[in-house]
Structures are given as C-alpha cells and as structure tokens.
C-alpha cells in the first residue's frame, strides 16, 4: 500500500527537541564533505623541500588518533585534563565526571548489526529528508527531518508506523545503547544504574549537499555541555566507514596545539 502523508503535525515536545537539534546539529562534526579536492602548489626549490614542508603542515593541522584500518577490540583511552567549567555545574555522584578524556571501540556492535541499524535509519529518513546536507531520525521523540523543519514520524505516519519500524528494531536499538551505556561507565568509571540517556538521541545522515538552514552547517566547533546543557557524556557510533563510503566529514577533536580525529569505522 503507498504511504500516504498526513498533513504537518507538529507536537510540543517535537517543538522542543527541534530547538534542541537546531542547536546540536549544526555543530555536530567539524569538517564538511568533499567529492573530492584539488590543490596545486608552485615552490620554488627541491622536491626533499617540499615534501618535508608538506610533512610539517599537516602533522600540525591534523593527528589521526586510530585510523579506519586498526580495530580496536579493547577501549583505546586518551586522558585530556578536565574544563575547569565543570565548576560552575552541579556535581552528582557515580554521574558527573572526575576524570575526562576520549574512548575507542570497535566492538560495540557486530558486522550484522550496524547493518541491520543503518537500515532501520534508512527506512526512517526515506520518509523525509532534510532539504539541505544534514537530516535526523529521532526515535525518542519522533523527530524527522522534512525539507526545512521537523515532524514526527509517529504522527504523521501513525498508521503505517509498524510497517517502517519492527519490534525487533527497537529491540536492537535498545540492547545497543545499553551497551553504549555500560562501556562508558566502565571506561571512567562511574555508577552504571546512575548514568541516564538524555536528549536529543538520533540518527543523523551527512551529505555534501549545500546549506540550507543553519542546522545544516554542522560543521562548527562546539561544545555539547555548552549546547545540550544536560550533556556530561557523548557518544558516537558510526554506521559507515570513512575513505569507503564517505570522503571528508571526519569529527575533529581542536586541542590547544593540534586537531585530532578518529577515522569512522562501521
């Protein structure tokens, strides 16, 4: 049976996480997309000149910190020292930070099942869309992207919503962040039963497509603690693997005396 749309509903509580996304995603990786690039450079000098010129410029630019081709079966940790701005919040015990830095893992879910997830983003997101190069599924809430603003897929498709989504989905969704949850916990440290998930949680789908509202340009620097407020903790898990389905787009951690990335990997 063709989907047939409803007219635009829009909830409060899709209003409130729209606003939240808004903020978000526009921020939310720190490179753009590329089809591809070109530079030409003239230099007047050797070739040992240049090559060691080049070697200099991007070793300042840019530190991979695990490349798409390693896999990492245990968490490789990076300690970074903590903001002093966590002063100014609220401390919870077994929750809030003491100790701060970035994990790596490639084992969180298995070959099958960030297929089976990227599917389940893929059937969502078909049904909408954002005009521009950013576009998000929010199970939680409901949210969807579609052309310039949001909608809940809950509503506007009510009654086609069990033949997009399985309650098998949602049982992997679940199992999935669960997991996400505990490897957190245990990298720093915390009080599992006390760690909770905030919002907004999503899909997102990146393209090379132009801009066309700022929470497209998800591009820029930030910070989520800044953004979300509710953030203490951020969590990723990539469903494509860079250099193969994807160019560019890298998530660029800016320390004070370089950039540092991770090379997505499915």
């Excluded at 899709?14 to 230099?43: D, F």
């Excluded at 300042?60 to 919040?89: A, H, N, W």
């Excluded at 909408?128 to 809950?154: E, P, Q, R, T, W």
Aim: hydrophobic share 35%; charged share 25%; proline share 3%.
């Amino acid at each position: 049976m063709a989907v047939q749309r409803r007219g635009n509903v829009k909830t409060a509580d899709t209003s409130s996480i729209e606003k939240k996304i808004k903020r978000g995603i526009a921020q939310r990786q720190a490179s753009s997309y590329r089809g591809y690039a070109a530079v030409l450079v003239a230099l007047v000098g050797t070739c040992s000149l240049l090559i060691w010129l080049w070697s200099i410029w991007t070793s300042d630019i840019t530190q991979t910190l695990v490349s798409r081709g390693e896999v990492l079966t245990e968490p490789r940790v990076f300690m970074i020292q903590c903001s002093e701005d966590y002063l100014k919040y609220k401390h919870f015990p077994g929750c809030t930070p003491t100790k701060c830095g970035r994990a790596v893992l490639d084992t969180v879910v298995s070959t099958d099942e960030s297929r089976t997830l990227k599917r389940l983003a893929e059937r969502g997101l078909a049904l909408g869309g954002s005009d521009g190069g950013a576009s998000i599924l929010d199970l939680h809430s409901g949210a969807l992207s579609m052309g310039k603003k949001f909608v809940n897929i809950y509503r506007y498709y009510s009654n086609e919503i069990r033949d997009i989504f399985t309650e098998d989905d949602f049982e992997l969704y679940r199992a999935v962040r669960g997991r996400i949850q505990r490897v957190i916990a245990e990298t720093f440290g915390l009080d599992f039963n006390k760690l909770y998930l905030t919002k907004p949680t999503f899909f997102s789908r990146m393209n090379s497509t132009s801009a066309k509202t700022t929470h497209d340009e998800y591009w820029h620097p930030h910070i989520d603690k800044v953004t979300y407020g509710s953030f203490d903790y951020t969590s990723l898990l990539y469903l494509t693997d860079y250099g193969v389905d994807f160019g560019g787009g890298r998530f660029i951690f800016m320390d004070p005396n370089s950039n540092r990335t991770v090379e997505p990997r499915s």
